[in-house]
């Protein structure tokens, strides 16, 4: 996998069940600090950066969204796949106050796979939900 500071084209999915009820602002906040899930991205450089989800449960959705990002990136910006990295958002990943990390996870990194792109998990970090889960509150 390419280091995240030479990806160039970030590709954040987040839940499409919490996203009726969340605008994606704390997703926005942590990338452009470059804390949580971005930490490892570098602070000066101008990433493209796209806002998706995966369209619903089971998340099947992801797999048409991917390949038409990684074929109009390419023929369009001439950007290639390998420059593109996806970020899962912490609603997917991880059991927060919105509810257990996604039950389709597995399914949603397969997809990710067969469309050839890497991937990496968490975007805005809760400090509460950190402690819930040290304290077992959440899994
Ligand atoms: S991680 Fe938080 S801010 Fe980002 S989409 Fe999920 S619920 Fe919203
Ligand atoms: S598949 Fe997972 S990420 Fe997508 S809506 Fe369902 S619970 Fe959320």
């Known amino acids: ?42 602070k000066d450089k101008a990433y493209r950066t796209l806002h998706i989800t995966c369209g619903g449960c089971c998340g099947r959705a992801l797999n048409g969204k991917l390949s038409q990002i990684v074929r109009k990136l390419k023929k369009m910006q001439k950007i290639e796949k390998e420059q593109i990295v996806v970020q899962l958002s912490s609603c997917i990943a991880t059991h927060n106050f919105h509810g257990p990390a996604c039950q389709h996870l597995d399914y949603l990194k397969t997809l990710i796979a067969q469309a050839g792109l890497d991937v990496r998990e968490g975007t805005w970090i809760n400090e509460l939900s950190v402690k819930r889960r040290e304290q077992g509150r959440y899994a």
């Not at 999915?13 to 600090?33: D, M, N, T, Y």
């Open 1 to 42: 996998m390419i280091a995240p500071q030479d990806k160039d084209y970030i590709v954040i999915v987040q839940c499409h069940l919490a996203k009726q009820r969340c605008s994606g602002f704390a997703c926005e906040i942590a990338f452009h600090e470059r804390s949580g899930g971005f930490a490892e991205y570098a």
